[in-house]
């Protein structure tokens, strides 16, 4: 006979009681894997594989399947630093659970750390996450249109959805421009940013000596966004340092600014962009 762990991982990490009762196993070897660590008990009826990430086990605890941000980004996506994780759960279930504690019902003790969404209606997926595009659904309904925006493009980027399979879900008119170009969270923003206030740019684009650049708008002026999660080390910055040098010989104006101005000042992004035009910096 199989053992407990091995049999919770082939149904993908996830395994309800009965099925493993009817595997062969009893009652007293499902406690004694539980005990050993070979398997987690996460709620009544269900027992997980201890290396299934810590999102989605909340999320079977909660009783259903990860969506929106966190669903998104269990399939690699990028998404903002939420804490918060998204469960979508059957139209009839029933004792959802808090995410930390399976004794405790979600509805005598809720929960800011997650947001139940009643929208599972069998979707594909696996046992504890959605599909990629009900997760993108989620997000476009419950997340703001930067955010979504810039997932959204990030989905693409990787090649988990196509800008056809994206008309399914009848994107509002601002999300229909998203596209596979931006490689970061921060280029994504800025593109929505430039977009939303008629901003005429170029992405990605390669100049001799340096290679890609972020944007480029009017014939010299280059904008980089450095990524959240990059351009720390010390030989990232000394190469964004060399790459500054090396377009201002070629007469460029280079504007870098970080993920969290984007996301969080733009005012002050905007109103450097917006007066380098207005000088007529950004023409040769």
Do not use: K, N
Not at 14 to 29: F, K, N, P
Not at 70 to 96: E, K, M, N, Y
């Amino acid at each position: 006979m199989a053992s407990v762990y091995y049999d919770v991982q082939r149904r993908g990490g996830i395994a309800r009681t009965y099925e493993l009762l009817r595997d062969g196993h009893t009652s007293h070897r499902l406690t004694a894997a539980v005990r050993a660590g070979e398997v987690v008990r996460v709620r009544q009826g269900h027992y997980a594989c201890p290396e299934l990430g810590d999102e989605e086990t909340r999320a079977v605890r909660v009783g259903g399947r990860l969506t929106g941000v966190a669903g998104a980004r269990r399939h690699g996506i990028w998404t903002p630093p939420l804490s918060r994780i998204d469960v979508s759960v059957p139209a009839d279930a029933r004792a959802l659970r808090t995410p930390t504690d399976a004794r405790s019902r979600l509805a005598a003790h809720p929960d800011p750390g997650v947001r139940v969404s009643w929208t599972d209606h069998g979707a594909r997926g696996t046992r504890s996450a959605l599909e990629v595009r009900e997760c993108l659904r989620d997000i476009v309904r419950s997340q703001s249109a930067i955010v979504a925006f810039a997932v959204l493009e990030s989905a693409l980027h990787l090649g988990l959805v196509t800008r056809t399979s994206l008309r399914r879900l009848d994107l509002p008119r601002r999300l229909r421009a998203a596209d596979r170009l931006s490689e970061s969270g921060g280029e994504s923003m800025l593109r929505f940013r430039l977009l939303a206030q008629r901003t005429a740019f170029r992405q990605q684009v390669q100049i001799p000596r340096v290679g890609r650049v972020d944007f480029v708008v009017g014939q010299r002026l280059v904008i980089e966004v450095d990524g959240a999660a990059f351009h720390t080390g010390r030989d990232d910055f000394e190469e964004d340092r060399r790459r500054d040098a090396v377009l201002a010989a070629l007469g460029y104006l280079v504007l870098r600014f970080s993920y969290r101005q984007v996301e969080g000042r733009w005012r002050e992004v905007s109103a450097a962009i917006g007066a380098t035009i207005a000088r007529g910096d950004h023409l040769w």
